[in-house]
């Protein structure tokens, strides 16, 4: 009996809580559900109205000179006198004296050409005055007929003065080689490289130094099919030049600027990249024509930016490129219901900051300009006022109060 109630006692137990908390939990008010406040979405717009916009174009190059030569002496010698003006890095004038070699043979050869003008000079006086002799005896001895060539010393007169003549080119010849021991610059620049030093023996054909010219420089800009239609460049000679704005590509902080003129085009287009290769011409580049001591000079080989201003296109609207949904997908407003329209858009030209679009928007439906997390096809939107605008113009925009 008492194993039995030890069993029979804790079931009891149980099924007694079990009753008394049904009890509890019918008296207990059952709690109202309540539905969740729908999220308003919240967005602030720009109306949009058509526009003319003027196409800037970007693009890169290097720095080449205008002229580049590898500078060679055109007769053989010893060098005996460098110019400080030959040294790398060094700026020169047109006809400076870059270089000199040994003149000791060519002063040599020069007084012996002299020495052979003189004598030809003085044989042609001879021939000369034998041909007056002759004409003068053949009248004396009473001869009615007219002397021949021959009696007159005609052809020894023409050889005398041929001789001359060829003793006049054999002495320019011999001071045109004494003069070129001296190395002269070829135009105004600056020098790359130089390779020869005293008592160096050279050559013609022997490369001294690499010299470029200083009198402008030149950018070979490339420009790609779609870029092309948006810019008038100049394809003849009498077309005129295209302004472009250059800058330093390597400067992270305030890059140096230039302004240069595109003055061609090169006839055909890359094989590879299928762009057109332009030529930008940049005068006085390293500034020693400049009165400004702050103008920054540019660098051959030097890379650079370029922006050049292209046509404008009439009657769009322009897109900032950080008020895209997706790519080439943007949230349109209707003004009067302010329901959401999500539009796709093909752009008739994009730069890193606009998308220029000609169709297929509404002119005064608002663009959404925030950054919104979802955007539903048709829902409605409630318009915020930026924080920093200027009062004529927030005016313009609808507004709405929350909750309508």
Do not use: C
């Not at 950018?219 to 295209?242: C, F, G, M, T, Y």
């Not at 955007?375 to 609808?398: D, N, R």
């Amino acid at each position: 009996m008492a194993k039995l109630l030890r069993i029979l006692l804790p079931l009891v137990i149980l099924g007694l809580g079990y009753i008394g908390y049904g009890l509890l939990a019918e008296k207990e008010p059952q709690r109202k559900r309540s539905r969740p406040v729908p999220r308003l979405i919240e967005t602030e717009v720009t109306i949009l109205n058509r526009e003319d916009f003027r196409v800037t174009l970007s693009t890169q190059g290097i720095v080449r000179p205008h002229n580049e030569t590898l500078l060679t002496p055109r007769v053989s010698g010893r060098v005996i006198k460098v110019s400080p003006k030959f040294e790398s890095g060094s700026f020169f004038s047109k006809d400076d004296i870059l270089l000199e070699l040994d003149p000791s043979d060519f002063l040599a050869a020069l007084s012996s050409a002299e020495a052979s003008l003189a004598r030809a000079e003085a044989a042609l006086a001879q021939e000369d005055a034998r041909a007056k002799q002759a004409l003068l005896d053949w009248t004396d001895l009473g001869y009615t007929d007219a002397p021949t060539d021959l009696v007159l010393r005609k052809p020894q007169l023409k050889e005398a003065e041929a001789n001359v003549k060829a003793a006049h080119a054999d002495l320019l010849s011999r001071q045109n080689d004494f003069d070129r021991t001296k190395v002269r610059a070829p135009y105004d620049g600056r020098v790359r490289l130089r390779s020869v030093g005293l008592g160096q023996s050279v050559s013609p054909g022997t490369t001294i130094g690499e010299i470029f010219s200083t009198d402008f420089a030149q950018v070979r800009l490339s420009l790609s099919a779609r870029e092309l239609i948006h810019v008038q460049l100049p394809n003849n000679p009498d077309d005129p030049p295209v302004p472009v704005t250059l800058t330093d590509a390597l400067a992270t902080e305030n890059p140096a600027s230039w302004q240069g003129l595109i003055v061609r085009t090169e006839g055909s287009l890359d094989e590879r990249s299928r762009k057109l290769f332009v030529i930008a011409r940049v005068d006085d580049p390293f500034a020693l024509k400049t009165d400004n001591p702050h103008t920054a000079p540019l660098r051959i080989g030097q890379p650079i930016r370029a922006e050049l201003r292209g046509n404008t296109i009439k009657d769009v609207f322009i897109i900032p490129r950080d008020t895209l949904l997706r790519p080439n997908e943007i949230v349109l407003i209707e003004p009067e219901a302010l329901t959401i329209k999500r539009t796709r858009i093909e752009p008739v030209w994009s730069d890193a900051e606009n998308l220029i679009v000609r169709d297929n928007i509404t002119e005064g439906w608002l663009l959404s300009t925030s950054r919104i997390s979802t955007a539903p096809q048709g829902a409605t939107v409630t318009i915020l006022e930026p924080e920093e605008k200027a009062a004529p113009e927030a005016a313009t925009l609808p507004k709405i109060s929350p909750g309508a």
